[in-house]
């Protein structure tokens, strides 16, 4: 028997400030006898205490064993975030808070807490049959009490038959079969969201007597929800494992189904009631896919050694259910400038909509008879979805006389994404589809009029490029956001051997380390697919403002040990 106690505690304050310097052409003029600009300076500051305890105790009885553990755990976490901005100066070329005309600070604060308690027991017999049955039951404070607790079970089964079975091939060297289901649950919404909060102006107002007070209001957008419930998501999961002509050859192989339910949605409400949208549970999807680990030795000599550990992921999903009534089939969840990344009931989860060029019955492009630049249609259209169905890496080792070079390839492929850095190229003359009609000084569409006559209106250059951007129509830049690449290499030498007679070093090893290597395929133009400025879950598979661009990191590791 044990008992383990802890106390952690991670915590950081960051500050920063920045300005808009005086004479920036897009600012307002300041009033006279100040100069224009503005200037901030904000700070953040972070703290979350985790406190643990953990009791565990086991007991064998002849070929059947008992492994019991109790847990729990307390999670508190607050967020601050003070900011001061001041906008036109009293002194030219001096940022600072009190050169400022105008001072327009900014508190906000969340806290946050989930009480958990867990326990586990492993029933094992011969050490070839295994069965844990796992509980956990979290407490969240971001929820109205009624429904902050959630219960949780899972249970997984694992029968080692190569042990239990005598009469197997001589090639198989080991096997296992497994099976579980599992429940977890989450709040998955940020503090307050299930209350109504106010907030007073950061500047005081005159009432109707001409005396400043302050003034307060409702400081959401959001109607919030006191009846939200924890998603929960259950998952059942199948697998086997094997090893091969003495565990040279391995292979492991999953099949998992997994359904969220309960998911926290912001349905659309009326603009008329001074809210944009609501939180509901509504939100039922679906995950399923295989997963395989795939490992093998080619060479194994005295002197060197080959091994290679490829894994491999595929996945589909399904949205399944996103409102209370059938016809609530749609959401948009991100996206901007006819770019949109919508849940869409019967198709996958991360559904990419943009707008399309205009054709006739007959596939050809449609242009403006007068002006010659192209129309769109009137509705946006599903170009693809934002989240790859095959993903993984391949690790190459070789180890000759302890001098190891590895390797690692990894890849996702089957996503779409719109690459918008090409629109910004295409609409700044940037892009190399902007030759057409340089030479000329205009374009002719390639296409027809609205009457179905052949287009032959002249379009000058700028308007012409700039129409695809203006419209929204992000077609020309729907891609294959797929890529192969060259992640990480490494070359070091294991010097232990040599430390035979330093007392004090039990292990000394030196590596070189280069990243972000090399791409090998990619189907994007001008860009690298992961390098876009979008950060959302939100907003993936969008991209429009150029990022910064990628590095190539290269890097020495001395590791000792003692």
Known sequence: MYLQGRIAQDMYTRGQDYNIPNGYAPIPAAPTGFINGSYTQDVRRFRERNYDFLLGANRKINDFGVDLTLGGNQMYRRMEYNSVSVTDFVQRGLYTILNGRIKDPLYSKTER???????????????????????????????????????YPSVTGSFIFSDAINKLPNWLSYGKLRAAYAEVGDDNVAPYSNVLYYSVNNNLFPNPSGQLIPVGGINASQIPNADLRPLRVSEAEFGIELKLFNSKIGLDVSY?????????????????SSFTNQLINVGRSMNKGLEMLFTVSPVKTTSFRWDVSANVSYNTSEVLQLGLNPADTVISVGGGGGRFVKQVVGKPIGALYTFLYRRDDQGRQVFDANSGRPLRNNFDSYVGNVLPKYFGGITNTFNYKGLVLTTLID??????????????????????????????????????????KANTTKSDIQPFYETPN???????????????????????????????????????KLSAVANNVLILKKWTENMDPENIANISDNETGLDFWTAVPPTRSIGVNLNIKF
Do not use: C
Request: hydrophobic share 40%; glycine share 10%.
């Open 113 to 151: 807490k989930v009480n958990s308690l867990y326990g586990a027991v492993e029933f094992s017999y011969k050490s070839l049959l295994f069965l844990n049955v796992t509980g956990r039951n979290d407490w969240f404070s971001t929820l109205a009490p009624a429904n902050r607790s959630i219960l």
């Open 256 to 272: 998992y189904r997994k359904i969220t339910n309960d998911q926290i949605l912001a349905a659309q409400v009326s603009d008329a």
């Open 411 to 452: 890849f996702k492929l089957g996503a779409k994404m719109i690459a918008g850095s090409n629109m910004n190229a295409l609409r700044h003359g940037l892009h190399k589809r902007t030759l057409v009609g340089r030479a000329e000084g205009y374009v002719i569409g390639d296409g027809v009029n609205p009457d179905g």
């Open 470 to 508: 203006v419209l929204g129509v992000n077609e020309d830049f729907v891609f294959n956001s797929g890529f192969w690449k060259l992640r990480q290499i490494t070359l070091g030498y294991d010097f232990t051997k040599y430390m035979k007679n330093v007392k004090f070093v039990k292990g000394l």
